[in-house]
Each structure stands twice: as structure tokens, then as C-alpha cells.
């Protein structure tokens, strides 16, 4: 009897621990992750994240995929996904590859001196957040481009911590339901446009006008705060780049961006910037509180890496005109490194000065011999970007740059459409470039035909090209009112410095991780082959989908080209990511091959958490 009672006792506990098991496995994959790990959803059935995960890509051994999920074999062509997770509102702003409790969660062991926790650290596959972003509480329809850069909804971001700790600088400003933006900023509290005006009349250029006649496009505005410096550029067709950390002053960036003005999540910490060589004309620093003597003057090299023949550093501070000992310090080091890097004073005034890049290889040439910082390694790429860490070296010029005493730049606008110098680093003619527009101008003019019943001339601001190539998309679009980030594959042709050639902007990526910047920021996605580019590495489909949701705005627009299979894959998520179907077309003429490619115009719905839990009811 004893004997029997153990084994069925035993029984009864494996039947237990099975249950155990089982139950615990449910609760895995009910509160598993995408982006990061916690408890993340409001509501969802267990089949449908079941089916999810089930359908991505498997990456064997080698690296390759298991099966293709595009294809006849993918799984059931009737199959829908009814309902994706939905994260609760504690989420309503993650970044996943820049979230802070990941980076406390998992330990890592980080340099806050060198801001390696301001840096991407994305979370491991099983770390992933499987959930779609809610919008906060009474989301509104972004306030249009242009009364977009001095207003915003405060529902939409309601952080005012900004507008109390900057109160005397004028960044903004709490107003009811708005927030809005004077154009100070920490050192120009009387606006942007007039201290604009002032650098500009500082180096001298017609009318105060810093595009100094276009040559002035392409500019990189370092701890940009709610980037007022790179709005009020815009009228001047001058095309900034601003970017900051998701530092103590938090949302600066995520407030830039529903202005409608061009912004990216980055930091000058121990990996290069995702910007290519010679990139920008202007560089500005404005009390950006950074130290540019650290390392050897690494983070001033990096800058200088980015700034093309002749460009300008443009930097207000307080050891611009120094007063007390320490400030007296830091100014005689700087100088000392600048003057070793070969930049000049072009302008010294107040607390502003200005330094200029040589047009050559001629003063780091006759530099005396052991002089720091050195010149980089002949095999050192200065425009491979990602991941690869800084180095405390001067970037010479190429020798077609030397030759050409400058960057051989047209002046905007016509550089959009002239062939930059660098086209020939990817052996590509005058010739193919001018076809290569030629198609993306016929194909925008398709997209915004099929768009047209649901675009007005304002809709849509903040673009995003996931796959630029040469840039010809955004250049097609150089008649609207609107900006595009180019986005170039990290493992393809590094054609970002083309882009940048032409006057236009973007960085690099990878699509298997998530994007820097905070969820509903762009109004538009183009994704051009994306997705069949992504099966070839072994990615996710199902994570950049939910990746996708989270970078557009409710109502927003996305716009997919490429192969038959991806298109119908996508439509099965349709109804999971409260996105419906606009159009719907063959790219081509005649085009039946299973390789030939079509356009999906798709339009994100206003949605809450709260309605996506009672259709689940």
C-alpha cells in the first residue's frame, strides 16, 4: 500500500510539474518580448501569438533560412492574423534598442563617462517586446506642417518638465493644450532665427543668409535639444541633421520630430556616428555640454571625419570668451588640438567662434613629424559606420578631394541633380544616375496617384525611405513640403554619401533591429524591397512589421514594393496591425512573374488600447 500510494504521489507530482511546465511556457509566450523584456500586454489570445511566432524566419546554423515564408510553401495563403499583442501605456514611448531599464535589466557593464549607456544596446531575440505600441490617452492628429514647428499637442507628449527647467531659455512653453516653441534655445534665449543671422554675418556671407548662395546644405547640429537651431534653418533651405541624446532631458528629440523637423537619437560616445565621411558643411555646438579634450580630442575628431573641405565648426560657449582660470584652461587646450588638426579661426565673437577645415592634405602633410593626433590608417574606411568605434585620428581627404581644393559640389539645388564626385566610388555613370531619377520620379507620381483620395497637400511631413539607394525617391519629392530620412542598409553599398552629396540626409541601418527614435514619428514609410532583402539575412517579417507600426503616426502611410509573395504576405497582418489597404497595384506593365514587383499602399488606423481590448472581447 505504501508502495502505491509514493508512485501514485509521484505520479500526481510529475503530472503537477508538467502542468507547471506547460503553464509556464504559456505565460512565456503571452508576456515574451519583441524589443525588451517585463510585462508589456494589455490583452490577447494565446493562439495568436502562438501563430505569430511560428510564421518568422528560423536561422539554422549556417546562418541561412530554414524555409522561405514568401513563398507557396510559407504556410496557408487563406491564413489572417486576427489580433497582435498590444503593450500597456508604460510603453507608450519605447525605443527598444535605447531602453534604459534593458540595459539595467540585463547588467551590462557600461562607461558612463564615455556615454556607452547612450548608445545602442538592443535586446536579444528572446528579449523582444511581441507587442504593438498604443498611443497615449486622447492621441491627437499631429498639429500640420508649418505651424507644426512652433506648436504641438501636449496630449500627444505630455512631458512639461522641459518647459519649467528651460523657462528662461524660451524652449518652450506650456499653453493649455499646446506646447509651444519661441525658437529659444539655451544660448540664443531671443530665438534662433537672429542667432542664425549672426553666424551667418559673422563669416560674412550675402545678406546673412548662412546657405551663403547654397553652399551651405547639409549641416550636423550636436545636442540639438528640441532642435529649434535646425527648424528655423529650413526657411533658408538648409538642411540640418539634429540629434541628442535620451539623455536627462528627456522627449527632446521625440519634440523635434512632431514639429516636423528632421531629427535622430544619437550620441557622441565610443561608435561613430551613422554618418558617412564628409557628410556635412556646417557643424554646430551650441552649450551642448560636451567635452571635446577627452581621449585626445576623439569626439572633436569624429566631427572633423564628418565636416567636408572647408567646412565650419560653429561653437558657443563660455571658453569662446573665457573669463575665470578654468574656462582660460580648456581654451588654450582647445585651441592648441584645433591648430594641430589644421583648423583655423575664421570668426571669433561673444561667446561664438568659428573654425575652418583646409581645403587640402597640404597642412596635416607638413605637420612635423610624431605631431598628435595622427593621420588615420591608409585602410582605415572613414565611411564605414556601423558599429565601428571612434578613433583618435585625423581623416585626410582622397586624393580626387585634394586635387579638387573642395568637395567639387554644385550649389544647392542644383547639387540634387548634378552627379556628385563620389558617384564614382560605386562605378555608376552620369548616365545611370540620370535614369535612376528618371524612374523614381514616375514612380512617385504612381505612389501619390494611388494616394490620392486620402492625401492632402499637408498630410503627410516626416518621410522615411527604409531603403534609399542613391536617395532618388526623396529627390523625386523636392516640390512637396516635406523631409525624408534615407536609410541605407548596413551590409550593402555605402551609397548614404551620395545622398549626402545631393544635399540630403539619412543614416544607416539595420533592419533585423530596431530604429532610433520614438514610436509615431514619421507620417510616411517607403519600403523598397525591404522585406525581401530581410529573408535573406534570416530576419523576423513579423518584427519589422511591429517595428514599422511603431515608427508611424495613427493615420499615417506606408508604401511597400516589392515581390508578389511579400505583398500577400503582408495583407494577412492587415487586420492585427489596425492597418487597411488603400491601393493596390503591379509596379510594372505586364508584369505576371512571380518576381516582378507590386505596390501595397497601406494606411495605419487611429486606434487605442483600450478599443483593441474590447475587439478582443
Known amino acids: 500500500m505504501r508502495g502505491r500510494s509514493d508512485g501514485g504521489q509521484n505520479r500526481h507530482l510529475v503530472t503537477s510539474l508538467c502542468v507547471m511546465v506547460v503553464f ?17 500586454h494589455n490583452g490577447t489570445t494565446l493562439e495568436s501569438v502562438s501563430k505569430l511566432r511560428s510564421f518568422g524566419w528560423g536561422n539554422d546554423n549556417d546562418g541561412g533560412n530554414s524555409e522561405s515564408i514568401f513563398g507557396q510553401e510559407g504556410g496557408d495563403d487563406n491564413f489572417v492574423l486576427k489580433s497582435f499583442p498590444v503593450c ?34 538592443c535586446p536579444q531575440p528572446e528579449r523582444r517586446y511581441n507587442c504593438l505600441i498604443p498611443p497615449p490617452p486622447g492621441y491627437k492628429i499631429p498639429i500640420k506642417w508649418p505651424k507644426s514647428r512652433d506648436e504641438v499637442w501636449k496630449v500627444n507628449i505630455p ?27 539655451t544660448h540664443f534665449h531671443y530665438g534662433a532665427h537672429k542667432y542664425i543671422a549672426s553666424i551667418a554675418n559673422m563669416l560674412n556671407f550675402p545678406n546673412n543668409n548662412l546657405n551663403n548662395e547654397g553652399r551651405i546644405r547639409t549641416v550636423l547640429d550636436v545636442g540639438c535639444g528640441v532642435a529649434s537651431f535646425g527648424g528655423y534653418l529650413l526657411s533658408s533651405d538648409i538642411m540640418a541633421m539634429s540629434f541628442a541624446p535620451n539623455d536627462v532631458h528627456q522627449n527632446q528629440i521625440q519634440f523635434a520630430l512632431e514639429r516636423g523637423i528632421p531629427a535622430y537619437l544619437g550620441v557622441l560616445g565610443t561608435k561613430r556616428l551613422p554618418y558617412p565621411s564628409r557628410s556635412f558643411e556646417l557643424a554646430h555646438c551650441s552649450r ?55 583648423w583655423k579661426i575664421a570668426a571669433k565673437q561673444n561667446q561664438t567662434v568659428i573654425w575652418v577645415k583646409p581645403l587640402t592634405n597640404d597642412c596635416y602633410m607638413n605637420r612635423e613629424p610624431g605631431t598628435r593626433p595622427p593621420l588615420c590608417r591608409t585602410d582605415d574606411d572613414p565611411d564605414a559606420v556601423w558599429g565601428v568605434r571612434m578613433e583618435a585620428c585625423i581623416t585626410p581627404y ?39 531619377m528618371e524612374i523614381w520620379r514616375r514612380r512617385v507620381d504612381n505612389y501619390w496617384s494611388l494616394l490620392s483620395l486620402k492625401i492632402k497637400p499637408n498630410s503627410v511631413r516626416n518621410l522615411m525611405d527604409m531603403k534609399a539607394n542613391m536617395g532618388s525617391f526623396a529627390a523625386a519629392l523636392k516640390d512637396k513640403d516635406v523631409w525624408v530620412m534615407n536609410v541605407v542598409p548596413e551590409d550593402g553599398p ?53 517595428e514599422m507600426d511603431r515608427l508611424v503616426r495613427p493615420t499615417g502611410f506606408i508604401i511597400v514594393r516589392d515581390k508578389h509573395p511579400v505583398v500577400k504576405f503582408i495583407e494577412r497582418y492587415l487586420t492585427a496591425l489596425h492597418w487597411e489597404s488603400v491601393a493596390m497595384a503591379d509596379a510594372e506593365a505586364n508584369s505576371d512573374s512571380e518576381d516582378a514587383e507590386m505596390v501595397l499602399v497601406i494606411q495605419k488606423k487611429m486606434w487605442s488600447a483600450d478599443e483593441s481590448l474590447k475587439a478582443l472581447a
Open 24 to 40: 509556464l511556457g504559456l505565460l512565456f509566450l503571452y508576456y515574451g518580448s519583441f524589443f525588451g523584456p517585463g510585462k508589456q
Open 88 to 121: 500597456d501605456n508604460r510603453h507608450s514611448e519605447l525605443i527598444p534598442c535605447l531602453d534604459r531599464n534593458l540595459i539595467y535589466q540585463t547588467r551590462l557593464k557600461l562607461d558612463l563617462n564615455l556615454m556607452e549607456h547612450y548608445e545602442r544596446h
Open 159 to 185: 512631458h512639461t518638465h522641459l518647459a519649467h527647467e528651460k523657462s528662461d531659455q524660451n524652449w518652450m512653453v506650456d499653453v493649455g493644450e499646446k506646447i509651444k516653441f519661441p525658437g529659444g534655445g
Open 288 to 342: 551642448c555640454r560636451i567635452d571635446w579634450l577627452q581621449r585626445d580630442g576623439i569626439l572633436l575628431l569624429e566631427l572633423d571625419r564628418l565636416l567636408r573641405p572647408g567646412g565650419y565648426f560653429a561653437y558657443s560657449s563660455p571658453e569662446a570668451y573665457a573669463q575665470d582660470e578654468e574656462d582660460l584652461r580648456i581654451w588654450r587646450e582647445m585651441s592648441a588640438l584645433v591648430e594641430r588638426m589644421c
Open 398 to 436: 582622397s586624393k580626387q578631394m585634394h586635387r579638387a581644393r573642395g568637395s567639387g559640389l554644385a550649389p544647392w539645388p542644383a547639387r540634387l541633380t548634378a552627379p556628385p564626385p563620389r558617384l564614382a566610388d560605386f562605378d555608376y555613370t552620369s548616365e545611370m544616375f540620370a535614369k535612376e
Open 494 to 546: 555605402n551609397t548614404l554619401k551620395i545622398i549626402y552629396d545631393r544635399g540630403l540626409i539619412g543614416t544607416v541601418h539595420d533592419w533585423c533591429q530596431a530604429f532610433s527614435t520614438y514610436p509615431r514619428t514619421y507620417d510616411l514609410l517607403h519600403a523598397w524591397t525591404v522585406f525581401s532583402d530581410l529573408e535573406k539575412k534570416g530576419c523576423s517579417a513579423e518584427d519589422v512589421l511591429i
